[in-house]
Each structure stands twice: as structure tokens, then as C-alpha cells.
């Protein structure tokens, strides 16, 4: 099935923008959603709906096996061990949090040291602030080369044995560099540190092997790839997701409650407090089951090959300034024109019916690093074409003239 089958798939892709035949270049930010996933949660509420786990009536049953069901199906996803590493959450904000909050205060003291990138996500970043201001840890940064990329000798160099965590994530939603997530978590391993990786921009569109990668926490969100949106996923080891105290109490994760005490359920329930994300979860079922009919190493190497493309293409346009190295990304190119702000552009395009992301991608830190305000985004999926990408251009290059600049 190529680029534009799949297109038909998705509803709201039919549509006119402004008079023009939508282009949807965010899906960094948030994917579309396939007919059949939209059918998958229209029938839960409409057949399935009601709480899980504890009632013993037929719907309480058939939605209890269907979120149960979507559990399973993430952990085959990922190749997690079993479903007891998946831990539900609204999605990787929470997860990192839940990280951050439950295990990293629990073991890091003064003197000792978390370590992020320079590239991380706000979401990868602001928790182990928080943790590192409420420990006494030191928050450090692995650096990075001009091209954006992570050398291997600045992580072994920035993890010592005094760090007790490493987080990075796995693909830039900026610079769209793919980490060398593997090598990174072997550092931290021999360090005697554990590995978090923030995997909403690699998930959607790499085949992941959490066991290959060796990493101990892993986290992800639904709406980014074909999933309904406020559906996340944590995975941990085991014996590590057994240590940690949940920082959610309440309904569905207690074993019992006495007056002045209580005891939590086993894994993954004591992390999944108060009625869960049931209909979302579903969801997210279904948007694997649809990832894997298409296949993630078939959408890998469409994405690769469509966000090369954009980068020659744009390459083309005189004052055009590309964020990132063109090999080894994921389908997102991050750029400026000239002086033109990128809030601007992002309005021109979309007057031609083109929708990119502009600001500072929840990256500030990592803007400062490239001597920028902001950025504009364009990003690609699945439903995306070459067709799209020259559209694109096209629209960059009156986007120039329209601000008084020579067309490249």
C-alpha cells in the first residue's frame, strides 16, 4: 500500500483548507487518526462502555478484556517481557513524570547526578529539574556537535559513577536526529546508572525493541502514532516498577485500605489509580494493530526517504536555514527563512492549506543552543507524499516573495 492508499484512510485528510487540498505537515505534534481506529473507539462507547475490573456484569467484562487486550498488544509492540511492564498513562509527560517523581527521588541524594541532553523535550527536562531541586542531585547535560548529534565520547565523558540516571530521548522533535539510544545505555549500565528514554518521536515511526535496547524505562504517547489522544505508555523492568511507590492514590490501584494504612495492588494496577483511560486505550490498540498491517519498517523507510527530499528541496531556497544533520532522521525538518518569523510563515502556508508547527517546540533551552527564538516545523507521516513536500516549496517560495524577499 504506497503513501496515497494509505491517505484515503484517514477522514479528515479529505478535506479542503482554504481552498486548497489539506496538507498535513504536524504530525510531530499529533498524527491523524485512520478510520479504523476512529471505528474502534466509536464502537467501545457505543457497545463496550463501562468500568474495568471490577464489575462482573458482560460489558464490565468485554471492556475489561479489551483494555486488557491493548495491553497486551503494547507489549508485544515493544517487546517488553510481559504486561506487567506496561503501565497506562495519559502519556509520556506523565510517564517521565511518574519516572522522575516515584523512582529518581527515591534514589538520588546530593552529590549524585542525572544526566539529559541538550536536546531534550520540556517533558524530558522540567521533571528532572524537579528532582534534581528536590534531592540535591546535580542536573548534567551531554552535549552536542554542531550538526545537533550526540558524540559517544561526550556521553561516556558526561555519565559517571556518581550519575544514578540517564534520560534521552530517542528522536529530536526538533533536529531529528535519531540517538544511538543502545550504546548511551550501555554507558549508563557500566556506570551503575539506569536508562530513560523518551520515545514519543521514534515510536510512531521505528520498529522499537525495548530488550534489545536494554533501556529500563521507556515512554511513549498514543496520539502521535494513530492513536486517540490522552492515552500514554510507561514501561519499566520489573523488579525496578516493583520498588517504586506509586504517586497517585486512590480507587483501582489498593489492595486494602485500613484507617491509617494501605496496601497496593501488584503491577502494573498500583500505577493506574482512579478509573482508567479505558476508550483511549482501546484506541491505541487498534493504531497498533493498523502501524503493524502497514509494517514500521516499510513506514521507516518512507519517512527517511520523504524527509531527505524535503531537505534537498529546501535546500534549494536561498536564506533557508536547516536545523540538523540530512542523514539519520526521522521524517521532520526544522527550519527558518531568512528573517521571516516562523509564526508568519506557518500563516502564509496556511492560507495554501498547509499546516506546519512554528514556535519553539517545547525546547527552549535547546533554541538557545541553536541562537534562535523559534522555528518552523514541517513533519511527516505515513499519509505523507513527495507531492506534499513540493507543495510545500512551492508555498515557501511565495511565502518569500509575499515578504519581499528574493525568490531562490
Given at each position: 500500500?504506497?503513501?496515497?492508499?494509505?491517505?484515503?484512510?484517514?477522514?479528515?485528510?479529505?478535506?479542503?483548507?482554504?481552498?486548497?487540498?489539506?496538507?498535513?505537515?504536524?504530525?510531530?505534534?499529533?498524527?491523524?487518526?485512520?478510520?479504523?481506529?476512529?471505528?474502534?473507539?466509536?464502537?467501545?462507547?457505543?457497545?463496550?462502555?463501562?468500568?474495568?475490573?471490577?464489575?462482573?456484569?458482560?460489558?464490565?467484562?468485554?471492556?475489561?478484556?479489551?483494555?486488557?487486550?491493548?495491553?497486551?498488544?503494547?507489549?508485544?509492540?515493544?517487546?517488553?517481557?510481559?504486561?506487567?511492564?506496561?503501565?497506562?498513562?495519559?502519556?509520556?509527560?506523565?510517564?517521565?513524570?511518574?519516572?522522575?517523581?516515584?523512582?529518581?527521588?527515591?534514589?538520588?541524594?546530593?552529590?549524585?547526578?542525572?544526566?539529559?541532553?541538550?536536546?531534550?523535550?520540556?517533558?524530558?527536562?522540567?521533571?528532572?529539574?524537579?528532582?534534581?531541586?528536590?534531592?540535591?542531585?546535580?542536573?548534567?547535560?551531554?552535549?552536542?556537535?554542531?550538526?545537533?548529534?550526540?558524540?559517544?565520547?561526550?556521553?561516556?565523558?558526561?555519565?559517571?559513577?556518581?550519575?544514578?540516571?540517564?534520560?534521552?530521548?530517542?528522536?529530536?522533535?526538533?533536529?531529528?536526529?535519531?540517538?544511538?539510544?543502545?550504546?548511551?545505555?550501555?554507558?549508563?549500565?557500566?556506570?551503575?546508572?539506569?536508562?530513560?528514554?523518551?520515545?514519543?518521536?521514534?515510536?510512531?515511526?521505528?520498529?522499537?525493541?525495548?530488550?534489545?535496547?536494554?533501556?529500563?524505562?521507556?515512554?511513549?504517547?498514543?496520539?502521535?502514532?494513530?492513536?486517540?489522544?490522552?492515552?500514554?505508555?510507561l514501561y519499566g523492568k520489573k523488579a525496578l516498577l516493583e520498588k517504586m511507590e506509586?504517586?497517585?492514590?486512590?480507587?483501582?490501584?489498593?489492595?486494602?485500605?485500613?484507617?491509617?494504612?494501605?496496601?497496593?495492588?501488584?503491577?502494573?494496577?498500583?500505577?493506574?489509580?482512579?478509573?482508567?483511560?479505558?476508550?483511549?486505550?482501546?484506541?491505541?490498540?487498534?493504531?497498533?494493530?493498523?502501524?503493524?498491517?502497514?509494517?514500521?519498517?516499510?513506514?521507516?523507510?518512507?519517512?527517511?526517504?520523504?524527509?531527505?527530499?524535503?531537505?534537498?528541496?529546501?535546500?534549494?531556497?536561498?536564506?533557508?536555514?536547516?536545523?540538523?544533520?540530512?542523514?539519520?532522521?526521522?521524517?521532520?525538518?526544522?527550519?527558518?527563512?531568512?528573517?521571516?518569523?516562523?509564526?508568519?510563515?506557518?500563516?502564509?502556508?496556511?492560507?495554501?492549506?498547509?499546516?506546519?508547527?512554528?514556535?519553539?517546540?517545547?525546547?527552549?533551552?535547546?533554541?538557545?543552543?541553536?541562537?534562535?527564538?523559534?522555528?518552523?516545523?514541517?513533519?511527516?507521516?505515513?499519509?505523507?507524499?513527495?507531492?506534499?513536500?513540493?507543495?510545500?516549496?512551492?508555498?515557501?517560495?511565495?511565502?518569500?516573495?509575499?515578504?519581499?524577499?528574493?525568490?531562490?
Amino acid at each position: 500500500m504506497n503513501a496515497r492508499e494509505i491517505r484515503e484512510l484517514f477522514p479528515i485528510l479529505r478535506q479542503e483548507i482554504n481552498g486548497h487540498p489539506l496538507v498535513y505537515l504536524d504530525s510531530a505534534a499529533s498524527s491523524q487518526k485512520p478510520q479504523s481506529v476512529i471505528e474502534t473507539v466509536k464502537h467501545y462507547y457505543e457497545w463496550d462502555n463501562a468500568n474495568v475490573h471490577r464489575g462482573v456484569h458482560t460489558l464490565g467484562s468485554r471492556a475489561t478484556d479489551a483494555y486488557e487486550g491493548s495491553r497486551e498488544k503494547v507489549a508485544r509492540f515493544i517487546n517488553a517481557a510481559n504486561t506487567e511492564e506496561i503501565i497506562f498513562t495519559r502519556g509520556s509527560t506523565t510517564a517521565l513524570n511518574l519516572v522522575a517523581s516515584s523512582y529518581a527521588r527515591s534514589v538520588c541524594q546530593e552529590g549524585d547526578e542525572i544526566v539529559i541532553s541538550k536536546m531534550e523535550h520540556h517533558s524530558n527536562l522540567i521533571p528532572w529539574q524537579q528532582a534534581a531541586k528536590a534531592t540535591g542531585a546535580t542536573l548534567k547535560y551531554i552535549p552536542l556537535q554542531p550538526d545537533g548529534t550526540i558524540r559517544l565520547e561526550d556521553a561516556e565523558q558526561t555519565i559517571t559513577s556518581r550519575t544514578k540516571v540517564v534520560s534521552v530521548v530517542y528522536a529530536s522533535n526538533v533536529l531529528g536526529v535519531i540517538n544511538p539510544i543502545k550504546e548511551i545505555t550501555a554507558i549508563a549500565h557500566r556506570n551503575g546508572a539506569v536508562m530513560v528514554v523518551d520515545g514519543a518521536q521514534s515510536t510512531p515511526h521505528l520498529k522499537v525493541d525495548v530488550r534489545d535496547l536494554d533501556c529500563d524505562f521507556y515512554a511513549f504517547s498514543g496520539h502521535k502514532m494513530c492513536g486517540p489522544t490522552g492515552i500514554g505508555v510507561l514501561y519499566g523492568k520489573k523488579a525496578l516498577l516493583e520498588k517504586m511507590e506509586p504517586i497517585e492514590f486512590g480507587g483501582e490501584m489498593i489492595d486494602f485500605v485500613d484507617w491509617q494504612d494501605s496496601t497496593w495492588k501488584d503491577l502494573p494496577y498500583k500505577f493506574e489509580g482512579g478509573t482508567p483511560i479505558i476508550a483511549a486505550a482501546v484506541g491505541l490498540g487498534a493504531a497498533i494493530d493498523f502501524l503493524e498491517d502497514i509494517g514500521l519498517d516499510e513506514i521507516d523507510r518512507h519517512e527517511k526517504q520523504l524527509a531527505a527530499y524535503a531537505y534537498d528541496r529546501l535546500s534549494e531556497i536561498n536564506d533557508v536555514t536547516i536545523y540538523g544533520p540530512r542523514e539519520g532522521r526521522v521524517g521532520l525538518v526544522t527550519f527558518n527563512i531568512g528573517d521571516i518569523h516562523p509564526h508568519d510563515v506557518a500563516t502564509v502556508l496556511d492560507t495554501e492549506g498547509i499546516a506546519i508547527r512554528a514556535g519553539h517546540h517545547c525546547c527552549q533551552p535547546l533554541m538557545r543552543w541553536l541562537e534562535v527564538s523559534s522555528t518552523a516545523r514541517a513533519s511527516f507521516y505515513l499519509y505523507n507524499t513527495e507531492e506534499d513536500v513540493d507543495r510545500l516549496v512551492s508555498s515557501l517560495l511565495k511565502t518569500k516573495e509575499f515578504f519581499g524577499h528574493a525568490i531562490g
